[in-house]
């Protein structure tokens, strides 16, 4: 079997709302648009990735949490910029039950001005902090552009923000390192390639002094931010009045911290390991990782339904998640179509000749080889999910390494961006306008300035003509 990837990146919008439908992952015909029900299918798939956000969350001292979606009008607007930014897309309740509600009330769109007055309540003095906490829940965006499964949504319903509170601005900068640290070992776990981009001044989350953005390139070259981090400075701690005692008995207000992602890393799982015939999950995060598929044949039944019930004990016994399909009204050929399009990373074919001759067929989904397996060594199957998994990280980072040029050529990036979308990263000599009109000139938005690049880079800004030691990348996103 040849891996095509034509459909998948050619017709890459349809290609990928169809997948979301036929794989059963998420069915978007409820009737409020841009809303969706997760379906087991995918409702597992998400609960993996939650659990490696978890993992590395916990690992690095967060305390996971919950706060109310609602949250009043009056803390939302405490904050000029934030409300600014919020107030016309964000839901809000006017009415309970027949009474006009005298604080109209929002579905949270963000949950600083939720969380940032309770911790007032927590925090007295240095001993109490610093503070990591995080929630998952969902939050409400009232988008009027067209919506897109997982991408643009009106409920995200997998949102994970953290906050943390510090006594020093240093110590709040070094958070916000640490969390593009702890993203890196999630993306790296969903195999899903990113640059890390300081954005520029003009598009920082609202209320922040410096925001982080990871993004992808998904298979049309249009960019998607799967995660950020920012620097809230002091800003929403001298709003709430958020202070404590150092060591001295001095007040200081408190530093803090945010940062998010959202179901737009289930997204980049789903888009970017794709091919033709569906998904391709990596096994880490797979809600079945093997499916067992019996070639039943006449007189042998009884001995390959045995194989198959002693393949998936013993795989279920060594902690590998493994189901049988025995579904006697569907053809195999059929059983290999549909486990393919929902992205199985592995399958195993047991037949009246491996039967015979004490042996099993695994197929791998990531390349369509075939592999024989002897009925005592089912170890090679742990050892081929590892490989799969290397594989798809691999190919997916090359595919992006490849998306990403240089050029101080405006016309050129312009070019470059309509043929095969990607990265360009431009020279700018650091001023917001010259970025702005860069933007403009290329049609595209700026993603910022690179971060953990250490090459010293130089060129002429292409818009006012000085010497800059920085560039910026440009993309078209979503
Ligand atoms: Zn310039």
Redesign the pocket.
């Known amino acids: 079997m040849a891996i095509k990837r034509q459909v998948w990146k050619e017709k890459f919008g349809d290609w990928y709302r169809e997948i979301i439908d036929t794989a059963k992952i998420i069915d978007y015909r409820y009737p409020i648009k841009g809303c969706g029900v997760w379906l087991p299918y995918g409702f597992k798939l998400r609960e993996h990735v939650l659990s490696v956000i978890r993992g590395f969350l916990d690992g690095a001292g967060h305390n996971e949490m919950l706060f109310p979606t609602l949250i009043p009008e009056d803390l939302i607007a405490k904050e000029s910029t934030h409300i600014k930014s919020f107030e016309e897309e964000a839901y809000w309740i006017t009415h309970g039950g027949k009474n006009e509600l005298s604080v109209k009330l929002a579905l949270r769109p963000t949950s600083e001005t939720a969380i940032t007055p309770m911790v007032k309540l927590w925090v007295r003095s240095h001993a109490d902090l610093p503070l990591k906490i995080y929630q998952i829940g969902s939050i409400f965006r009232y988008e009027t552009k067209a919506t897109r499964p997982l991408i643009r949504v009106r409920e995200v319903t997998t949102f994970k923000e953290a906050h943390t509170f510090h006594v020093s601005h240093e110590e709040a900068r070094a958070q916000v390192l640490a969390a593009n640290d702890i993203y890196a070992k999630i993306f790296y776990e969903l195999c899903v390639p990113y640059v890390v981009s300081e954005r520029p001044s003009w598009d920082r989350f609202a209320g922040a002094l410096s925001t982080f953005a990871f993004d992808t390139i998904f298979p049309d070259g249009r960019c998607l931010q799967i995660g950020t981090s920012h620097d809230l400075g002091q800003n929403f701690s001298k709003v709430f009045d958020l202070t404590f005692e150092d060591l001295d008995g001095k007040h200081d207000f408190v530093w803090q911290t945010s940062y998010g992602i959202s179901e737009r890393a289930i997204a980049a799982v789903i888009a970017i390991h794709g091919d033709d015939r569906g998904l391709v999950i990596p096994p880490k995060i797979a809600p079945i990782q093997v499916i067992v598929v019996p070639i039943l044949y006449k007189g042998f039944e009884e001995q390959i339904n045995s194989e198959c019930q002693h393949v998936e004990k013993t795989l279920s016994q060594e902690g590998v998640k493994v189901e049988i399909d025995d579904r006697s009204k569907v053809t195999p050929g059929a059983k290999f179509y549909e486990w393919e399009s929902k992205g199985v990373p592995l399958r195993i074919e047991i037949g009246p000749r491996d039967v015979e001759q004490g042996k099993i067929t695994l197929a791998r989904r990531d390349t369509g080889e075939k592999i024989p397996c002897k009925r005592g060594s089912l170890s090679l199957v742990g050892k081929t999910l590892t490989e799969i998994e290397d594989n798809l990280r691999n190919r997916a980072w090359k595919v992006m390494e490849n998306n990403i040029s240089t050029t101080g050529d405006l016309t050129e990036a312009k070019r470059m961006l309509n043929k095969e979308g990607g990265i360009v990263e431009v020279p700018?000599?650091?001023?917001a306008?010259?970025g702005q009109q860069i933007e403009g000139e290329v049609d595209a938005r700026v993603l910022g300035l690179p971060v953990g690049v250490s090459e010293a880079v130089s060129g002429i800004?292409?818009?006012?003509?000085?010497k800059?030691d920085r560039r910026i990348r440009v993309a078209r996103t979503y």
């Open positions: 700018w000599c650091g001023q306008a010259c800004c292409p818009c006012c003509g000085k800059g």
